[in-house]
Structures are given as C-alpha cells and as structure tokens.
C-alpha cells in the first residue's frame, strides 16, 4: 500500500533556531500534501495545505513566516519551524493526497522539542 | 477551520464488549473517515464512507454515514485489548482542496 514517510522522526532543536521536517510520498505521487500539528492528547489541527509548485495555503491563525513550506516536487514537501520556540514543540503529521484522487495517507509524525 | 465534536472523550471497556462513538458536525461532509491513532504515530485509516446512508464494515469494525450528512458512528464489535488508542473522525468537505477536518477523538482502553 501507499506509504508516506516522515523524517526526522523526532529531532530536539534549540530555541531560536530552524528545523526542516520531511514529508515524502514513496510510491505515489502527491500534488496536495496537507501539514497538521498535535498537542499532547488533543486532535490534529491542519497548519496549512501545500500544493506542488505554488504557495501554500495556511489555516487563520497560523503564521506562515514562521512555518515555512515548500512543494517543490509531486513527492516530497517540507515544513520548516523557523526561530523555534518551546511553545512550538508538538507532534507534527504530514498528509498526501493521491494524485488525481481522493485517497489521503498518512505520514508516521515528527516529534519536535525545542529546548 | 472546522472541527467535528466525537462523543463519548474517552471509554473505559471490559475486553469482549462492544464500543459505539459517534461524531457531529454543523456542517456538511461528502466523505467521513474514521481513523485509529496509537502514541506516537500517524493516524491509520480504518473505514471510509462516501454516501449518506452508507454502512461499512472492516472487520469487527462497523461505521455508518449519517443521513443528514452531518454526523457518523463507529461501532467496535468484541472488543480486544489491541482495540486501545485514540479513534479520530474525519470529513472532506464539499468545496475546497479536500483537506480533512478532524474530529476531538475517542480514547479508548479496554481492560482484559
């Protein structure tokens, strides 16, 4: 079956600097990639849905200086916490949409501490 | 954005029982889903469903696209200690990009 693949899986960063999570779609090929963030016992919340080649489109609320994403190609975006803060730690999810359909998988998640 | 309301919050069983959870939205969803969540992971994709009315098994697993298409159940038949985690709904809008919208969850331990 269709596999998404996140890396790092967890990665401890220090406050104020940047960290790069990975989303890759490994036997597909994904035009619409959708990046969600949970907190501890809470449900996910999409940040913002990145479509291959233009601009994200981010959630109200969600700061896109800050939560850079690129989709640079129909396989792989990233998400990229920029000047991290400890507020920012929290469990990071990455979504793929079949191209041309309407299935979506899910990646495994990134942990992200910022200390 | 939207986000769905899942009763009941959490659910304590005894193993061999059966599990019922549903999920209500103000709005309407073409597409419901419900997925299993374990610590530390993605969400895994259990039973979907793309028309009002429609009832889905997987298993011991039975979920039911509400009417109104405002709302879904998810049924667990005999449950088993494995059955343990957070249970998501999910709905895909009529209009947008098809990004899903996640219900509050349903944590769910069973006591063998």
């Known amino acids: 079956g269709a596999v998404v693949s996140q890396h790092p899986s967890r990665v401890i960063c220090k406050s104020g600097t940047s960290v790069k999570i990975e989303c890759r779609s490994l036997?597909?090929?994904?035009?619409?990639m959708f990046w969600y963030r949970q907190f501890p016992k809470q449900s996910l919340m999409l940040m913002a849905t990145?479509?291959?080649?233009?601009?994200?489109?981010?959630e109200q609320g969600v700061e896109k200086d800050k939560f850079l994403i690129n989709h640079a190609s129909l396989t792989l975006s990233t998400l990229t916490v920029t000047s991290a803060h400890p507020e920012d730690s929290s469990f990071y999810i990455c979504?793929?949409?079949?191209?041309?359909?309407?299935?979506?998988?899910f990646g495994e998640g990134s942990w992200l501490t910022v200390v | 954005g939207q986000q769905l309301n899942q009763s009941p919050q959490s659910m304590f069983i005894q193993e061999g029982e059966d599990v019922s959870m549903n999920c209500t939205s103000s709005?309407?969803?073409?597409?419901w889903l419900w997925y299993k969540q374990e610590p530390g992971e993605g969400p895994v994709l259990l039973i979907a469903l793309y028309k009002a009315g429609e009832l889905t098994s997987n298993g011991r697993l039975t979920a039911q696209f509400g009417i109104t298409r405002k709302d879904s159940f998810l049924n667990i038949s005999a449950s088993i200690p494995s059955d343990v985690g957070i249970y998501f709904c999910a709905g895909q809008t009529l209009t947008g990009a098809n990004n899903l919208f996640f219900g509050t969850g349903t944590r769910l331990t069973v006591i063998p």
């Open positions: 979504s793929a949409r079949v191209a041309g359909g309407n299935t979506i998988y």
């Open positions: 990145s479509n291959e080649g233009s601009k994200a489109t981010y």
């Open positions: 036997d597909f090929q994904a035009t619409t």
């Open positions: 709005s309407i969803f073409n597409t």
